[in-house]
């Protein structure tokens, strides 16, 4: 018997999950996603990732600018869904929402819930140098990533030294799978949900741009994790004051432990590599972007711009 799937998400771990299951047997029959957003410095419309997804598999698409009218309740109860399937939506979905479905509502998280709840789990993971994560899928309730816990799944991360998207498509590949396996069961009620422990609930927060303007006081193993962390939003900065510009370090790699230079020093390696000192070690920096220009190398960076060597950035 086949079920009615109703699926919300927006963001690039929703799409990566929305495209597995319409190549499955548990295509959903529509997507609720965010409206289409103004982007970049020309401002123009840009379709969420996921509503890409369902455009390429010609699935319903419905974009309410809030969950929280009666018309959008109308809209979902109309088409009378099993079962919601949610995924980096964005938005808080109502309890009057998640009651219509008489299957639930069931939330696919990029944590080991009850760790890193909130807005930037997978940024949270790699921030924190976390040895191990996860995903979880839990039956959705009014609280934000609070639900009972259906099934989890575990990634280890010890040996591996992943960005923010190498660690969303590894995730959202995880958890799409997971998904498609536990469905059967969940349908024929052989799975019964657990409640987190809330003892051990940890919060992430939306993140803003200021909070990827890096602090040269933190240690090079801190500053290497925030780029990794941040890469694509909000990106890991800094001003250069001379030229009152901003400056994006988008890869870098621990170059030494240790340091006798103040940290925030620029300087160079024997082998031209762009250098700079932290409160403890240094990083070799491997790709930057100035505000306003292309991305370069360090090394191309330097010789475009060598005044920048031996200057302390603060």
């Known amino acids: 018997m086949s079920h009615k799937i109703l699926f919300a998400g927006s963001g690039e771990f929703a799409a990566n999950i929305l495209k ?42 419905y974009e309410p600018k809030s969950l929280k009218n009666t018309e ?127 003892s051990k609930a940890t919060y992430t927060k939306i993140l803003t741009r200021e909070d990827g303007k890096i602090n040269w006081q933190k240690s090079a193993e801190e500053i290497e994790r925030q780029i990794r962390a941040f890469e694509g939003w909000p990106g890991t900065w800094y001003v250069w004051p001379e030229e009152n510009k901003k400056i994006k370090i988008l890869r870098a790699e621990i170059f030494k432990n240790g340091q006798s230079d103040p940290a925030g020093r620029v300087s160079l390696s024997s082998d031209g590599e762009m250098l700079i000192t932290t409160n403890q070690g240094v990083l070799k920096i491997n790709e930057v972007q100035l505000e306003g220009k292309n991305k370069i190398t360090g090394r191309e960076f330097l010789r475009g711009y060598p005044k920048i060597l031996n200057t302390v950035l603060s």
């Open 20 to 61: 597995k299951m319409a190549e499955s047997e548990f295509k959903p029959m529509a997507i609720i996603t965010q409206p289409d957003k103004l982007v970049g410095r020309r401002q123009e419309l840009s379709p969420s990732p996921a509503k890409i997804v369902a455009q390429k598999f010609d699935l319903k698409i």
């Open 72 to 198: 959008t309740e109308k809209m979902i109860k109309e088409l009378q869904p099993d079962l919601l399937v949610v995924a980096d939506y964005g938005k808080i979905i109502p309890k009057n929402i998640l009651d219509i479905p008489k299957f639930g509502a069931l939330n696919i998280h990029p944590s080991l819930l009850p760790f890193h709840r909130g807005a930037a789990p997978i940024q949270y993971t790699i921030l924190e140098g976390d040895k191990k994560t996860g995903v979880t899928i839990i039956l959705m309730d009014e609280e934000v990533d609070h639900g009972a816990i259906v099934t989890t799944a575990d990634l280890n991360l010890e040996i591996l030294n992943l960005t923010h998207t190498e660690l969303l498509n590894k995730l959202a590949g995880l958890g799409s799978d997971l998904l498609i396996k536990i469905l059967p069961e969940w349908f024929s009620g052989k799975i019964k949900p657990i409640p987190q422990d809330e």
